[in-house]
């Protein structure tokens, strides 16, 4: 961590997490279509338009204007036996799957929440296309629970039952294609109140909230199958939420990052307003450019495109102010009017021969736009339509930098570990009552039985350090990802449990750090190997050989073992060998060990042939 | 309706719905709007919209507290103002109803429909560069609500607007628009410019929904093309891509919930058109007529008519049921070509001697059939032969629900004996003479 918590206390730090977790069901939360198995295409294609339309409140949320003002079409691929026509929001919602409500209410439980009298289904506006019906089926499943890490109370406000979105499979500025097999899997959201202090401890509260609900063994596990969002704020900035963790290992860099933007952009800020910037108007400056040497100008207008220009002023200097690792306010700028299908700014700190923009027309430009010594512009080229939508966002976004922090939501650029404006951020005016459900009246009575199956961590805790025997092993199990494989292990092999953790936390890691894809080995096949070691076949040096060998299954440990002689050597057999080197060596114990571990290394047991040694000398 | 117990508290503390409020219950303080209680569930249970936006549902129970925080501000409704541009087309818009302007009714817990057309206009900016719009918020009734007296209306309707527009779209709930559809063909005589019915699958509150390139599309059709018919304009398949425009006397809707519900029957659309405007005409239609022709309204209408469907096992006594009730006449769906059971080995289950008894008692009979698809037969086996020679008249390739509404019409406007002949006669593209091998599904 690059700061102190002392350091993210003064900046105001803000932090929640929204954690979004797959329920393992076999259909989906509002039809029978299979949650499983992710089907095959049937070749049908539906194509669709959406627009925002006015929620409950009578408001046009931003977000979603912003989302409609794109215009793009959706595509949607049609699937065999994970979609039917309720994906395609050709037919109404089934009565909601029993059996998600019921791992939901087990979760609520896991986290001490209460859960409401009276179930209201909602519908939550989207209309970036994820969904044909343009809203997400989602409801309020518990409220007032909390956490309890290291010490530390985090409360859980909320926890929801909704539906999955449809996955992208191709995304350009005209349409999207969108494969509903796994839109309407059910999901539970839960989200954390914005008490986590510094980005180490966000990190931290994912873990052990990803931890807990995989311990109720009702998840489904694997690649995108739990998504972490987080939500950041600091003094004087704005609520960003940064959207689609995957990775937990990059999240208090990507968070540190983010705060160190806003921070720059709160300078910019400041030193705007002390010069009092302004953001002028929009003027059609193609003229200037008709004739130029500038490619990627000459390109934009080609076929009747428009160059349009904004004088800033009093931006010099700071539009290409860096705000996070080779980025910039005017690369803030360019994201927003990416969105219609531009590809950027062109802005007057930076480097404009590079572009191909002549001295001449610079000058043409600065008279055209009235410009003094602490100005700046901003151009924005190509077709005439894009450009017409482009220069109004690029213009909010320019006009924002005076003022501070824009809410957005932003997405995760996993390259640099930074964050990349993606939409505004949505209000609650896009929440609508889904009135093709009824509301579900809540059962008491089993989640009070479930309470009582909840995972529980500190209980869990005692039995591992019962089972372990060693403290330092079971917090860095607890924290692991590998905590799963121990408890699928420990429970088949009953013993040597020591032995399964650090295997699994630190041999497994260091072979995998060497470049064994040991990951690929299954749970049952190492249960084998263990029983082999349990039953005297090995012993514990032939475990990195055997792993080496990737086995896939119980055989193929079985002809390893074999094929590379590791099959242990104790008894009667032993002493054989013992009492050989001992008439070498007399009493000498050091020089006994070497010889018969220097040819029986992967097969003799250490302690066993201590002892035997003991004996055999006296 | 919250419970008594509740209702009476929330009018000591002056709270109303849409009031913010803050309940503090045992299961904890729970601050946000509150909403009215749905009709279903339990009504001893608060509704309140949280500031996440969620609702949630909390039991008022003993010792629950409930403190009004403040009134709910009062929105002024959305309204356009439209100017008349000379380079448009002038077309006549007629609401009637249904979920193409319709929202939610936080009462019910379902959609209901908006009596002010002005706000789905608002949603439909586009409509504003394809016509001017006169528009006629006629009436507020449910698709499965509509009798032949708003048949009647909207056809005046029409005739009102045909005579400052040079087409008309209507706006109607789906479930029962293709009888509506069919009775203007018949009513709508001598029509010369286009009428077409529009409606939507999902209601206009939700981003996905068909309504805009409906109403769109139908604008479009409306506003420039010639076909001088009454069409149903909808979604030519699931995708926002096309409409098709179906004729009025052979449409019907053959999905409860698809989109692209409605579907030529015994015919092939009328054109297709694109969501840009472009109209591709896809079969034969009566075109307008530069000669002004006079729309005759033919607006009478008999109701005692009646839809019968045969099947195996149901009692022909139902035709005397409706003798005695006064019906003047019945359409039966029949099965293939036009049976109905009459050589039952149980003669109780024999349709023969009940039509045979309604003809000679004046009613007219007409046959249809449930396969919907295809032409009756009064003559290829035995038993169609005698239900015929009992005088039920065989309706040709004519949709069980048009000649039923046609009936009602023929009986409404004409004498007895002139509607028995002109039943099985085409008037409005009900009927046609050639069935075409690419008209089945």
Request: glycine share 8%; with cysteine; net charge neutral.
């Amino acid at each position: 961590m690059k700061h102190e918590k002392e350091y993210y206390e003064k900046l105001g730090f803000k932090c929640g997490l929204e954690i979004h977790q797959r329920l393992l069901t076999t259909e989906k939360l509002f039809c029978s279509c299979n949650a499983i198995n992710e089907g095959k295409k049937t070749g049908m294609k539906v194509e669709r338009m959406q627009r925002a339309v006015v929620g409950e409140t009578g408001e046009l949320d931003k977000a979603t204007g912003f989302e409609s003002m794109k215009g793009r079409r959706f595509i949607y691929n049609v699937y065999d036996i994970s979609s039917c026509l309720v994906e395609l929001d050709e037919e109404p919602p089934h009565k909601i799957n029993e059996e998600a409500l019921n791992i939901s209410y087990l979760i609520a439980a896991t986290f001490n929440c209460n859960i409401p009298d009276e179930i209201e289904v909602m519908r939550k506006e989207v209309v970036d296309g994820s969904d044909p019906s343009a809203f997400q089926r989602t409801m309020l499943i518990g409220y007032g629970g909390s956490l309890d890490i290291n010490g530390r109370k985090i409360n859980i406000p909320s926890i929801f039952l909704e539906e999955e979105s449809s996955g992208i499979e191709e995304s350009n500025n005209e349409k999207v294609v969108y494969n509903i097999n796994r839109l309407g899997i059910p999901l539970v959201e839960i989200d954390t109140d914005p008490e986590i202090k510094d980005p180490s401890e966000a990190k931290e509260v994912a873990m052990r909230i990803g931890l807990l609900i995989r311990l109720t063994g009702k998840v489904q596990r694997g690649i995108g199958t739990i998504r972490q969002d987080v939500n950041i704020s600091i003094k004087d900035g704005a609520r960003v939420e940064i959207k689609g963790f995957q990775d937990l290992d990059s999240m208090d860099e990507v968070i540190e990052n983010e705060v160190e933007r806003q921070l720059k952009l709160i300078e910019i800020s400041k030193e705007l307003r002390e010069r009092h910037a302004e953001v002028g108007k929009a003027i059609d400056a193609t003229s200037i450019f008709l004739n130029t040497e500038s490619r990627i100008i000459k390109n934009a207008i080609k076929d009747n495109g428009v160059v349009f220009a904004v004088k800033l002023s009093g931006f010099k200097g700071l539009i290409g102010k860096e705000i996070n690792p080779d980025r910039r306010l005017g690369s803030e700028i360019s994201d927003y009017v990416k969105a219609v299908g531009i590809g950027g700014i062109i802005h007057s700190d930076e480097d404009l021969k590079g572009y191909g923009i002549s001295e001449k027309e610079i000058r043409e430009l600065s008279i055209k736009l009235g410009l003094e010594a602490n100005d700046g512009f901003m151009l924005i080229a190509g077709e005439k339509e894009k450009v017409e939508k482009a220069m109004p966002l690029a213009i909010y976004r320019a006009e924002y930098a005076i003022k501070g922090v824009p809410k957005e939501t932003r997405s995760i650029d996993a390259k640099k570990n930074i964050t990349k404006f993606m939409r505004p951020l949505p209000g609650s005016s896009r929440m609508y009552p889904e009135t093709d459900e009824r509301p579900i009246l809540a059962d008491h009575e089993l989640y009070e039985k479930l309470k009582k199956e909840a995972p529980n961590i500190d209980e869990l805790e005692k039995r591992l350090n019962k089972e372990i025997g060693n403290r330092q092993i079971v917090e860095q199990l607890i924290r692991s990802q590998k905590l799963h494989d121990y408890l699928y292990i420990s429970e088949k092999i009953k013993g040597e449990h020591q032995l399964i953790a650090s295997i699994l936390l630190q041999k497994m890691k260091e072979l995998k750090r060497e470049g064994f894809d040991v990951d690929s080995i299954g749970n049952d096949t190492l249960i084998c190997i263990f029983k082999k070691y349990m039953d005297k076949k090995i012993t514990k040096q032939a475990f990195e050989p055997i792993l080496k060998a990737l086995p896939k299954d119980c055989k193929e440990v079985e002809r390893i073992i074999e094929e590379k002689g590791l099959q242990r050597i104790s008894g009667s057999e032993l002493e054989k060998i013992l009492k050989e080197e001992i008439s070498k060596y007399g009493n000498d114990k050091g020089k006994i060990i070497a010889g018969v571990m220097s040819r029986y290394r992967f097969n003799i047991d250490g302690e066993e042939m201590n002892k035997e040694i003991d004996i055999l000398t006296k | 309706m919250y419970s008594e117990e509740i209702e009476k508290e929330l009018k000591k503390q002056n709270i109303e719905p849409g009031d913010e409020i803050k309940l503090i219950s045992k299961k904890g303080e729970f601050k946000g709007t509150l909403m009215p209680r749905p009709e279903l569930g339990d009504n001893s249970i608060l509704v309140i919209k949280l500031e996440n936006g969620y609702n949630i549902g909390i039991k008022f129970e003993k010792g629950s507290k409930i403190e009004k925080i403040k009134s709910k501000s009062i929105e002024s409704p959305k309204t356009i103002s439209i100017k008349h541009k000379k380079e448009l087309p002038d077309i006549g818009l007629i609401y009637t109803g249904g979920t193409i302007g319709s929202k939610i009714d936080y009462k019910s817990g379902g959609v209901f429909m908006l009596t002010k057309p002005e706000e789905l206009l608002a949603e439909v900016p586009e409509l504003e560069g394809i016509a001017n719009i006169d528009l006629n918020p006629l009436m507020s009734v449910a698709s499965e609500d509509m009798t032949f007296v708003e048949w009647q209306k909207i056809a005046k309707a029409v005739a009102d607007a045909l005579k400052k527009n040079r087409g008309v779209v209507i706006t109607h709930g789906t479930d029962t628009m293709h009888y509506t559809s069919a009775a203007l063909s018949f009513m709508l005589n001598g029509l010369n410019a286009p009428v077409v019915m529009t409606g939507s699958q999902r209601s206009s509150d939700r981003g996905s929904s068909d309504a805009f390139m409906n109403l769109i599309c139908s604008a479009h059709l409306a506003s420039k093309s010639d076909i001088a018919e009454v069409v149903i304009c909808m979604h030519e398949s699931s995708s926002d891509t096309y409409c098709s425009a179906i004729r009025g006397t052979k449409a019907r809707k053959m999905h409860t919930s698809r989109r692209d519900a409605f579907k030529p029957i015994n015919n092939k659309p009328i054109a297709r058109i694109s969501r840009e405007g472009s109209i591709e005409y896809t079969s034969n239609y009566r075109k307008v007529e530069s000669e002004k022709k006079e729309l005759k309204l033919l607006i009478g209408y008999e109701p005692k008519v009646a839809l019968v469907k045969a099947y195996p096992n149901s009692d022909p006594l139902i035709i005397d049921y409706y003798l005695s009730k006064g019906y003047k006449g019945i359409i039966i769906e029949g099965t293939g070509l036009g049976h109905t059971p009459v050589s039952t080995q149980n003669p109780d289950y024999s349709w023969l001697k009940r039509v045979e008894n309604a003809v000679d008692s004046g009613m007219i009979i007409g046959i249809t059939s449930q396969c919907l698809y295809g032409r009756v037969n009064p003559n290829v086996y035995r038993n169609l032969r005698l239900l015929s020679n009992a005088g039920a008249i065989y309706c040709e390739d004519m949709l069980p629900e048009v000649a039923y509404v046609k009936l009602g019409f023929l009986l409404g406007n004409y004498k007895k004996e002139e509607a028995e002949k002109l039943l099985n006669v085409n008037l409005a593209g009900e009927i046609t003479e050639r069935s075409e091998a690419d008209w089945f599904i």
